[in-house]
């Protein structure tokens, strides 16, 4: 299996491109960090067989969970398409278990970096609140302000508070987590006084902390915006870096780099 590595702002994938099969064991053995190659996911893009699309995304975790849709796993992938037709700029509709998305990929003066624009559609509200959180999320999270559920293909707890960086993310994750039936992505955000931007660490079901999140980003841009809090073009910082969320009337648009890393062959996948 020949495997190319990328990162979308420190978020960083394995990617194979081919009639393959992922299976949760693959996916733990390879993205192991001590005895694999490491990753926080593996993508398999399979050839698509649906008119209009050109690849289909299979996505699991670090855990070998499934993940419905990534916001930086995809533009890895798209990246990964568009080095392999030997080209640096392209379109690219991407099969994901969240629906089709768009992905116009175009070049940097890094010749490893590309800047990936993704059509994320619509952010809709998320899962079910969980008993459990009634009253225990504002003792989890310190200076809690305000936390609402969202879905972009993938589950979400936002929650708007006065310090991201004040949250012990390694104990609460889990703890919310663990609270919803499928699991949850939490964003721990706040308002920067440099106008239309926040900033956001992130903890990723079946994951753990990482440096970046594509759909948190979103789903954190969006929410932000209904509650007034920042305008349609917003600037989200991250660990790992800064993407732009546009959100339009319908949907939004993710907009940040992904960079290749290494090919590597594996021989007993």
Known sequence: MRLTKHHGLGNDFLVALGDLTSTPALARRLCDRRRGIGADGLIIGRPSTTQGADVVMDLRNADGSVAEMSGNGIRCLAHAVVRARGACAAAVAIDTAAGRRGVEVSATEDPDTCLASVEMGAVAAGPSWPAPLD?????????????????????????????????????????????????????????????DALD???????????????????AAAVLAHRWGLVGPDVLVHQPGGDVTVVVGTIGATLVGPATYIATIEVTNG
């Open 135 to 195: 009253d225990g999320l504002g003792g989890l999270v310190a200076g809690l302000r305000r936390a609402e559920t969202a879905d972009v293909g993938n589950p979400h707890l936002v929650a708007l508070v006065e310090d991201p960086w004040a949250i012990d993310l390694a104990a609460v994750g889990p703890e919310v987590e663990a609270c919803f039936a499928d699991g949850v992505n939490l964003e721990v955000i706040a308002p920067r006084g440099d106008g």
């Open 200 to 218: 956001l660490r992130v903890w990723e079901r079946g994951v753990g902390i990482t440096e970046a999140c594509g759909t948190g980003a979103t």
